[in-house]
């Protein structure tokens, strides 16, 4: 039987109809594609920021674990901390959705807390098989050593229990350090935890305690080294080594108490974040980016905190690179 031309050209559509069908994604491929990736900030206010207009920023395009309306179940503990909060993890999302990354963000974050208290206060949040990724931060003075008013073996104990507990609930997760900062109030003033020290002193312990964790541990996708672009910030004269005596041209990366970061603190630690967790390079932003804006940070001043968080981020990569090449020659001996 010859074939009809109508049904040549049903047989040919279909074929190119499969064909095509074929070449695209399936439903669930496009699903993986366009589901956001669903991240927890567990820590404190070293992540909330203390101060407007950081506290505050982008608060509704993230989830604020402990808000309440009117205070009602939240576990906040200052009432001038109005919620819901946004902070450095507003930014961060703010960041992430003008990189055309797809993140989910939440935060988990109440001022003055270690990771023990959150181990034990608020494991119901953390320990739940939906975070894809989750970044931790203890107290901090927390994991410098104890002769400096810390209690590291406290930090060890609890940043490797929190992690075994995202590990039970989802075996996937990416877990993040995020190595805090000297501080101003405890490293000028007299009589101080690290009263007559330099500024790297206290950065130094804090880098230690919190490449130490992720060494020993293992389990740890990384180390976010906000801390660690701080000083570089410092040392390349972008920011004021101490706030107390204010330079002309720097920014200060501190907040009015010496203590939390300011504007700029904060924004260069989202930038931080941008480059380890998300694996973005935020000078690809420019001067141009919208968070930077709405916080009073001027596109030059921008680009170059943008500049020390990749720098800080390549540079910690490639020392950690340089030292598993030297493990290895070792054990080939």
């Known amino acids: 039987m010859i074939p009809s031309p109508a049904l040549s050209s049903w ?29 927890l900030f567990v820590g404190n206010s070293f992540f909330h920021g203390a101060f407007q207009p950081v506290l505050s920023y982008n608060a509704m395009a993230i989830t604020d674990e402990n808000f309440r309306p009117a205070h009602t179940g939240q576990r906040h503990q200052y009432q001038h901390e109005e919620g819901p909060w946004g902070g450095i993890p507003g930014i961060f999302k703010k960041l992430t959705d003008e990189a055309g990354l797809h993140y989910e963000v939440h935060l988990e974050a109440i001022s003055g807390q270690t990771l023990k208290f959150h181990y034990d206060s608020a494991l119901a949040v953390i320990q739940q098989p939906k975070w894809d990724k989750v970044v931790l931060h203890d107290y901090s003075t ?69 490449y130490q964790e992720a060494a020993l541990n293992g389990h740890f996708a990384g180390v976010a080294p906000a801390g660690d672009a701080w000083l570089r910030a410092v040392q390349q004269g972008v920011a004021m080594p101490n706030p107390y005596a204010p330079e002309a041209g720097k920014v200060s990366l501190w907040g009015r108490d010496h203590y939390h970061p300011s504007t700029y603190g904060a924004y260069l630690n989202a930038c931080v974040l941008l480059a380890e967790v998300a694996g973005y390079d935020p000078r690809k932003l420019g001067g141009t980016e919208q968070a930077a804006a709405a916080l009073g940070i ?32 070792a054990n080939r001996r």
Do not use: C
């Open 11 to 39: 047989r040919r559509w279909a074929l190119v109809g499969a064909l095509v069908a074929l070449s695209l994604p399936s439903w669930a491929q496009r699903s993986a594609l366009t589901k956001p990736q669903t991240i």
């Open 298 to 329: 001027t596109p030059p001043v921008a680009v170059k905190l943008q500049r020390l968080a990749y720098e800080q981020v390549h540079a910690a990569k490639a020392a950690s690179k340089g030292k598993g090449k030297s493990k290895l020659k």
């Open 142 to 210: 927390g994991p410098v050593p104890t002769r400096h008013g810390g209690q590291p073996a406290r930090f060890f104990k609890y940043a490797t229990r929190l992690e075994q507990a995202v590990h039970t609930a989802n075996p996937a997760a990416q877990i993040y350090l995020y190595q805090t900062w000297a501080r101003a109030d405890i490293t000028y003033p007299a009589g101080k935890e690290y009263s007559g020290l330099p500024l790297d002193s206290m950065t130094h312990d804090l880098h230690a305690a919190y």
